[in-house]
C-alpha cells in the first residue's frame, strides 16, 4: 500500500486516524508499514529527505593530493612544458610507487581538476551566461546541420539550412546538395528573407562557415571575407558578427544550434523517402508553417504570434534579385559531357567541342547555349559522378543503334524510371519483327516522342502499340495520340454532365481551343474603302469616250 501511495500522503493518513485513537499496532496493519514509518509520520507531517549513501572510496584517492600539487605548479610553467595526464601517471609509478592506479583514472581525474585548479588560482572565469535581451526585427542566427534522407530509395546526406530570428524563434528551413558551397549558402538567405518578408536591421550571427569566410585573423573576431559573401551582404543590407571558432563560440548562437536539433527530431525521424529535393523542400515550408503554433519554454504566446509583431520591423528586401548560383564555361567533351566541380553533366550531342555556359545552384545545375536552356540536371552529391540524359544522345544513336544496349544513359533511364518494361518489352518486339539495328533505330524514334508528349502518354502507346502488333515510331506515335484525346474527352465530357461542350477531335482545335480566347470582335468591312471613290459611282459615264 505504501508503494501505490506518495509519502506525503500516506503521512497524511497515518496521522489522520492516530487522531482517531488508533494505536500504533493498528496504523501498522491498516497502511501496511514498520514502526518506523509510522513513528516517523507522528514526528512530522512532511517526510524526511532520504540520506545521500557515502561516496564510494576510489584507489587514486591517497594521491589526489600530490596530482594536485603537480596541476598548481604548472600554472607558473611554461604552457609547453606542463604536466600531461601520461606525464602525471608515469611520476605516480616512479615516485609514488601507484601501481593499483590506472592511467584511465589518472585521465579523467587530471581532466576535471586541471580547470577547477586555474579557476580557484584566478587565472580563469568560471562559465556564467549571461542573459540576452533580444528586441523584435533586430537580431538572426544562421547554421547548417547534416540530415540522412531516402532520395528514391538511396540514402544520402543533405544539408539543413536554418536562419532563426531571435526574437520570436520564427525559423526557416531549407535543404540542399551540399553545405560547404555558396550556392547553398545564398539560396537558403535569400529563401528565408523571402518568407519571412524582411531583413534583420541590427546583425546576424555566423560561425566562420567557408561560403562566407576567407580567413580568421588571430584570436579576434576580424575576418576576410569571400567577395560574392561581401557583394551578397552588401546587396540585402546584412550586418554580420561571426562568433568565436570552435566549442567556444557555439553558445553565442545557441538558439539555431538548438533549433536544427529540434526540427531535426520532430520532422525527419523516421527519415523521408522522396523523388527529388523539391519535393523534400515542400514539405520543409509546410513544416515550417505547422512550427508557428508551437510556444518555445515557457513563453505564453506561439511563435507565430511573436513573429506577427516582429515582422513589420525588419528592412524591406531590395527590389532587384541577386544571382545567388555560380556561373562556369567548360567546354563540352567527345562524350558530350561537361565538367563542373569534379563531376560530369550530359549536353545535347550537338554541343560536343563548343563551349557553354553553366549556372550552378544549391541542388541543380542549368546550361545555356547563349541565352537558350539546352540541358537542366539535379546537382549530383558525389565527387566523381556522373549523370547523363538519354534524350541528348538519340541523334547520335540513331546512326549508332549497336551503342544503346551498353549505354550509361540507357541504365540511369532505367534506373530513374523513365525507360520502363514497356518500353524494354516493345524494343524487343521491334528487333524480333526488323532485325536489331532497325528495331532499335524505331525505339529510338519513339523515345524521341517523349520531347512533344507527356511519359504517360508514349507509354500507354507503346503498350497499344504492342497488343495490335504494330511495331513502328508512327504508330506508337497513333496510339499515344488516341489516348491523350480519349483523356481529354473524360475531361470534357464526364457522362454526370448532359449539358458539357462538344469533345475536341482535331488535336490543333484542341490546342487552339485550350490557348487563344474567345474572337468577339465585328466581322471585317469595306464600306470605308468606297468613300474613296465617289466621283465615279455618282457619274458612271465620265472618262467614256464618246
Known amino acids: 500500500m505504501a508503494g501505490s501511495r506518495g509519502r506525503v500522503e500516506l503521512y497524511s493518513a497515518i496521522r489522520r486516524d492516530a487522531r482517531t485513537g488508533m494505536s500504533n499496532r493498528a496504523l501498522q496493519r491498516k497502511h501496511g508499514v514498520g514502526y518506523r514509518t509510522v513513528a516517523a509520520a507522528l514526528e512530522s507531517a512532511w517526510p524526511k529527505a532520504r540520506k545521500a549513501p557515502p561516496r564510494r572510496g576510489s584507489r ?11 596541476l598548481r605548479e604548472d600554472l607558473d610553467a611554461p604552457r609547453k612544458q606542463r604536466h600531461t595526464a601520461k606525464r602525471i601517471f608515469d611520476r605516480l609509478l616512479d615516485e609514488q610507487d601507484a601501481t593499483e592506479v590506472s592511467y584511465w583514472m589518472v585521465r579523467e581525474y587530471v581532466a576535471t581538476r586541471r580547470r577547477e585548479i586555474r579557476i580557484e588560482a584566478g587565472r580563469e572565469p ?34 539543413l539550412f536554418s536562419l532563426r530570428l531571435s526574437y520570436s524563434g520564427k525559423a526557416v528551413h531549407r535543404i540542399s546538395a551540399s553545405a560547404g558551397r555558396q550556392e547553398a549558402f545564398f539560396e537558403g ?45 552588401s546587396h540585402y543590407g546584412i550586418e554580420a558578427f561571426y562568433c568565436q571558432p570552435g566549442i567556444q563560440g557555439a553558445h553565442e548562437k545557441g538558439g539555431v544550434e538548438g533549433q536544427i536539433g529540434w526540427f531535426r527530431r520532430n520532422h525527419l525521424v523516421p527519415i523521408p523517402a522522396v523523388e527529388s ?56 567533351d567527345r562524350y558530350s559531357h561537361v565538367t563542373v566541380r569534379m563531376n ?74 523513365r525507360f520502363t518494361p514497356t518500353h524494354d518489352a516493345w524494343w524487343a518486339a521491334a528487333c524480333k519483327a526488323h532485325g536489331d539495328a532497325e528495331g532499335t533505330r ?8 517523349h520531347r512533344h508528349l507527356r511519359h504517360d502518354q508514349v507509354v500507354a502507346g507503346l503498350a497499344a502499340a504492342l497488343n495490335a502488333g504494330a511495331l513502328t515510331a508512327d504508330a506508337v506515335a497513333l496510339e499515344a495520340r ?15 454532365a448532359p449539358s458539357a461542350p462538344r469533345a475536341v477531335r482535331s488535336l490543333t482545335e484542341r490546342r487552339l481551343r485550350a490557348q487563344l480566347p474567345a474572337d468577339n470582335r465585328p466581322l471585317p468591312t469595306v464600306d470605308k474603302y468606297d468613300q474613296l471613290l465617289p466621283s465615279r459611282r455618282e457619274n458612271p459615264n465620265e472618262g467614256v469616250a464618246p
Open 60 to 70: 587514486l584517492d591517497p594521491y589526489r593530493g600530490v596530482i594536485d600539487s603537480w
Open 482 to 496: 488516341k489516348y491523350e484525346d480519349a483523356t481529354d474527352r473524360l475531361v470534357v465530357e464526364p457522362s454526370a
Open 442 to 449: 524505331a525505339l529510338i524514334e519513339v523515345l524521341m516522342l
Open 126 to 159: 568560471a562559465n556564467t551566461f549571461i542573459p540576452q535581451e533580444h528586441l523584435p526585427g533586430r537580431e538572426a542566427e544562421v547554421d547548417f546541420g547534416e540530415v540522412a534522407i531516402r532520395l528514391r530509395d538511396e540514402l544520402v546526406t543533405c544539408a
Open 277 to 332: 529535393l523539391a519535393e523534400l523542400n515542400a514539405m520543409v515550408d509546410a513544416w515550417d508553417d505547422v512550427d508557428d503554433a508551437r510556444r518555445i519554454g515557457s513563453r505564453a504566446r506561439t511563435v507565430g504570434e511573436h513573429f506577427a509583431t516582429e515582422q513589420p520591423l525588419l528592412a524591406p528586401l531590395p527590389t532587384e534579385p541577386f544571382e545567388t548560383g555560380r556561373w562556369f564555361t567548360p567546354r563540352v
Open 189 to 233: 538567405h535569400a529563401h528565408a528573407f523571402r518568407v519571412l518578408g524582411g531583413v534583420p536591421t541590427d546583425k546576424i550571427r555566423y560561425d566562420n562557415l567557408k561560403a562566407a569566410v576567407a580567413s580568421v585573423i588571430g584570436f579576434s573576431r576580424r575576418r576576410v571575407e569571400a567577395d560574392r559573401w561581401t557583394a551578397f551582404r
Open 344 to 417: 560530369k553533366y550530359s549536353v545535347p550531342a550537338r554541343m560536343v567541342g563548343r563551349q557553354v555556359r553553366v549556372l550552378l545552384h544549391a541542388s541543380e545545375l542549368v546550361v545555356f547555349d547563349g541565352k537558350s536552356k539546352i540541358a537542366r540536371h539535379e546537382r549530383l552529391m558525389t565527387k566523381g559522378a556522373t549523370r547523363v540524359d538519354l534524350d541528348h544522345y538519340l541523334e547520335v544513336l540513331l546512326r549508332k543503334p549497336g551503342a544503346l544496349p551498353g549505354a550509361t544513359a540507357l541504365e540511369q533511364a532505367r534506373t530513374a524510371g
